[in-house]
């Protein structure tokens, strides 16, 4: 099964939300970042600008209930695909 990380925050997701084409986003919300996908998440930059307000802002989860209890930020932000880091 192939495995699609957010380009703002790395986490992993089962499906693309930017669909099979990877251009057409579903508008659904990050469980970590909260980036709404096809939205701040549209450009590179706008990427970049996003993960750092995120980052300044300390980070927290969106969804904090899945959180996982060992989750490893560094080791997430690694995950964020190479044309948005």
């Not at 990050?30 to 980052?55: I, K, M």
Request: glycine share 6%; hydrophobic share 30%; charged share 20%.
């Amino acid at each position: 099964m192939p495995v699609w990380y957010c380009r703002v925050c790395g986490l992993d997701y089962d499906e693309s939300p930017w669909g099979p084409d990877n251009q057409s986003p579903d508008y659904s919300i990050c469980h970590c970042c909260g980036v709404e996908f096809g939205y701040e998440d549209y450009t590179p930059d706008s990427t970049r600008r996003y993960r750092a307000e995120w980052l300044a802002n300390g980070a927290s989860w969106f969804y904090p209930k899945v959180k996982p209890a060992n989750w490893q930020q560094a080791a997430q932000l690694r995950q964020v695909p190479e044309l948005y880091r």
